[in-house]
């Protein structure tokens, strides 16, 4: 890069483009690309475990982003690596193997994580979630039978809730559980489940009792269950370091002590999981604008076309600030919904879903604005930022369809108490 | 030997941000820059931290000189497992002309000070790129060194240094008390757990005054100028052997 000196002089003189010396003078008063520096506003601490989770996903995860995608691995050992250093309970109590840590605390770590392989942090995140809901709605039992193995990532988890006939309206999920003796016997298939046929613990939600959302309970299925098999390894856009399949469940007998918590608390269990699943997913996408966006730089301030780096180009300039500014809002709104959960306010709810509806989009479009900067090369497999758009185009559909988290929110500003 | 192990810790600027020069050219931009522990002090951390692992050494103390920022960098020592910090302030113009030399006597009054069997370096800071710190404090203290240690190993009252030198691998032994610096396969640093980062909140740092330890700050050198390397030019093409020779002696070069 050109020494600065002889750019002042020049533009006293009027003959240098003015645009590319404001650039370098933000450059190098500011501190590189500092206004959307994660770290901002975060404690000492915080910024201790982002730097661990950003050093992580630098050293072990980028590198091999690209063959997990395109050889569809599941990075066991990786994420075993990520286990010790407690990553696989991080909002878990500590007195079952997990980190203990605050839900700002998690949405900083899986921020950072997702710069590094955003489908496989998504399913860390998943797993955490699965780890949580067993944590906190479980007996002592429960805990200590699956908590610690779960936390350490010996075994591996998965949340089933999605059927064929129940997407958006989970509640009228169809999957019986009849209790015979101290057994539940159940039948019924779940459909799109991140880990399916490679985790070993699964979080079921069935049908116990009657219609609707109170006739749902909350089972714990371990793999090698009779009766427990899985559809074909489904073929996706983008998340291809975890697998997808159908769950199934054909007279699969499950041990009355594996229900969490009481009968027709299941689907109570399976939102307040989600809430949190919710603030992960959005802090996913996070990941994946903020790399997203560090590239889209790097691209403008390298590639020439009419004789000048795209740099110089205002357009690109208004478009890359727009894009900072949504990720920086994106961020601080994750943030926010995360301390709200933490706290259990009574917004909690509401902000978690606006969090994902808000974030989910608007890091997408940042991601697709970041490919669109890179012109042909943003379509070819060897640049990533292709695959952080395919891999966070889900975060809009999972979790809670965008168009639900937009019912949560509507019913919150519409109830007539 | 079971004693106590001086860490040192540099914070440099971290080593992926592209460097630039002030447009007064006294130094670099540091301000707004991304620091962070310099790569070798984070792998000597580490071999102190191995050495008390395997019960060798019983306490790992983590040294920083520095202004306040420099607590971040003994935090992150603090999390891979050392048990406590000594951050020796140092700030403004007495920071900026802050060098091995004034760095070796605080080392040095530190060791007496701690009483400690062993000083572990990083064989240089990727800022200054010295490698004249671990030298000067061994000096200062009369105590044997062994640098660019690639393999330490304490066997009773002496260590085994395998040292990384031109002509390929050295191994000496030293007696204790003494000073090793860390070459790049001495080790590969951890990452800090995440509850290890949070014991390290409730481990103590202590704050001490280089007057405290009696040290001059004054610095024997003064930096002039500070430029980026020459921009790279265009080469040239040349027909024959002679031509070439000729613009080599042209240009000075033989």
Known sequence: ?417 | MSGRVLVGVKRVIDYAVKIRVKPDHTGVVTDGVKHSMNPFCEIAVEEAVKLKEKKLIKEVVAVSCGPQQSQETIRTALAMGADRGIHVEVSGKDYDSLGPLQVSKILAALAKKEEAQLIILGKQAIDDDCNQTGQMTAALLDWPQGTFASEVSLEAEKIKVVREIDGGLETIKINTPAVLTADLRLNTPRYATLPNIMKAKKKKIANVKPADLGVDLTSRLEVLRVDEPPQREAGVKVETVEDLVAKLKDTGKI
């Open chain 1, 1 to 417: 890069m050109a020494a600065l000196g002889p750019l002042s002089r020049l533009a006293g003189l009027g003959c240098i483009n003015r645009s590319r010396l404001m650039l370098n003078r933000v450059l190098q008063k500011r501190g590189i690309a500092s206004c959307i520096d994660p770290s901002h506003g975060l404690t000492d601490e915080q910024k201790e475990f982002q730097k661990v989770a950003f050093d992580f996903a630098a050293n072990e995860m980028a590198p091999n982003m690209a063959e997990w995608d395109q050889k569809e691995i599941f990075p066991v050992e990786t994420m075993r690596k990520a286990a010790q250093l407690g990553f696989g309970g991080i909002y878990v109590r500590p007195d079952v193997g997990g980190s203990g840590l605050s839900r700002l605390d998690t949405s900083i770590i899986f921020e950072a994580l997702s710069t590094g392989c955003v489908s496989t942090t998504a399913y860390i995140s998943i797993h955490n979630m699965c780890a949580w809901m067993i944590d906190t709605f479980g007996n002592t039992n429960q805990r200590e039978k699956y908590c610690p193995d779960l936390c350490s990532m010996e075994r591996f988890a998965s949340y089933c809730l999605t059927e064929p006939g129940s997407g958006s309206d989970a509640a009228s999920l169809l999957t019986s559980a009849q209790q015979k003796g101290d057994h539940y016997v159940l039948n019924g298939s779940k459909a799109f489940i991140s880990g399916g046929g490679d985790t070993d613990v699964y979080v079921v939600m069935c049908r116990t009792g009657g219609k609707g959302s109170k006739g749902i309970s909350c089972l714990v299925v371990e793999k090698g269950t009779p009766g427990l098999s899985f559809g074909k390894k489904e073929k996706k856009v983008g998340w291809n370091s975890q697998p997808t399949r159908a769950v199934i469940f054909e007279d699969c007998a499950v041990p009355v002590t594996n229900r969490l918590g009481e009968e027709g608390q299941g689907f109570s269990i399976a939102m307040k999981g989600l809430n949190g699943g919710r603030i992960n997913i959005a802090s996913c996408s996070l990941g994946a604008a903020h790399a997203s966006v560090l590239l889209a730089r790097d691209h403008l301030l390298v590639r020439k076309q009419f004789g000048e780096t795209l740099a110089n180009s205002q357009f690109l300039q208004f478009k890359l600030a727009e894009m900072a500014t949504k990720l920086v809002a994106a961020r601080l709104l994750v943030r926010e919904a995360a301390t709200a959960l933490q706290e259990n306010r009574p917004d909690a709810v509401s902000i978690c879903s606006m969090a994902k509806l808000f974030v989910t989009d608007e890091c997408f479009n940042v991601c697709n604005q970041a490919l669109q900067m890179h012109g042909g090369y943003g379509y070819l497999k060897d640049y990533a930022v292709q695959q952080f758009v395919r891999d966070i185009r889900v975060h809009q559909i999972l979790e809670g369809t965008n168009e639900v988290m937009r019912m949560i929110i509507s019913r919150n500003l519409l109830t007539e108490l």
